[in-house]
């Protein structure tokens, strides 16, 4: 199962989480110094939905940022009658 979104193709990021010490050059000091780095990932927020492809509904995996701009069309809420 992977955590890609189907509608804008979101994966999961690589990148580094730096730590420094030292102060900054602009505040007075002798510039800041990296004292390690370790990698990291960031992953976007995907989400299990019900949508409307083609004109039936599928069960999707979609980022928060397609559900937040439109890009995936909910299906109509069925009322049961209580009878």
């Known amino acids: 199962m ?3 979104c189907e509608i804008c193709g979101r994966a999961t ?3 580094n989480k730096i730590a420094r010490r030292g102060l900054a050059k602009a505040k007075g000091g002798v510039g800041k110094k990296i004292t390690g780095k370790e990698s990291r990932t960031f992953k ?3 989400q299990r939905v ?3 492809v083609d004109g039936e ?3 999707l995996k979609v980022c ?3 559900m937040k701009k439109g890009f995936v ?3 109509v809420k ?3 009658a209580a009878n």
């Open 2 to 4: 992977s955590r890609k």
């Open 13 to 15: 990021a690589y990148g």
């Open 44 to 46: 976007p927020n995907i």
């Open 50 to 52: 019900r949508a409307v």
């Open 57 to 59: 509904v599928r069960r």
């Open 64 to 66: 928060t940022r397609c």
């Open 73 to 75: 069309k909910k299906p």
């Open 78 to 80: 069925r009322t049961v």
